[in-house]
């Protein structure tokens, strides 16, 4: 079993920043590829970054292209999020999941539990 819990999330003006921290527990954290997805009201739950676990290898949707950043720190159990020049669309819940593959599906065996992100215009 894993673990996930986000952290990071809030209120921020279009064109802000912020940087979502999602903490790993249970079983060895640099063995799982890592994976972010959001969520807004009345919409499915759409994938927005992946990174392999070594980290060599990274994936965003379109979307969040040239604004978001993922990466990990395998000796603190953490995978970041960084979001820049934040859109009122980006406003969502936003989940972590782990799965021992590296996927753009929202197939991954491991969830936490979301942070909310408000990006106001």
């Known amino acids: 079993q894993v673990q996930l819990v986000e952290s990071g999330g809030g209120l921020v003006q279009a064109g802000g920043s912020l940087r979502l921290s999602c903490v790993a527990s249970?079983?060895?954290?640099?063995?799982?590829?890592m994976g972010w997805f959001r969520q807004a009201p009345g919409k499915e739950r759409e994938f927005v970054a992946a990174?392999?676990?070594?980290?060599?290898?990274?994936y965003y949707a379109d979307s969040v292209k040239g604004r978001f950043t993922i990466s990990r720190d395998n000796s603190k159990d953490t995978v970041f999020l960084q979001m820049n020049s934040l859109k009122p669309e980006d406003t969502a819940v936003y989940y972590c999941?782990?799965?021992?593959?590296?996927?753009?599906?929202?197939?991954?065996?491991?969830w936490g539990q979301g942070t909310q992100v408000t990006v106001s215009s």
């Open positions: 990174i392999s676990w070594t980290g060599g290898a990274t």
């Open positions: 249970g079983r060895s954290f640099s063995s799982y590829a």
């Open positions: 999941a782990a799965d021992l593959l590296v996927l753009t599906t929202d197939k991954y065996d491991y």
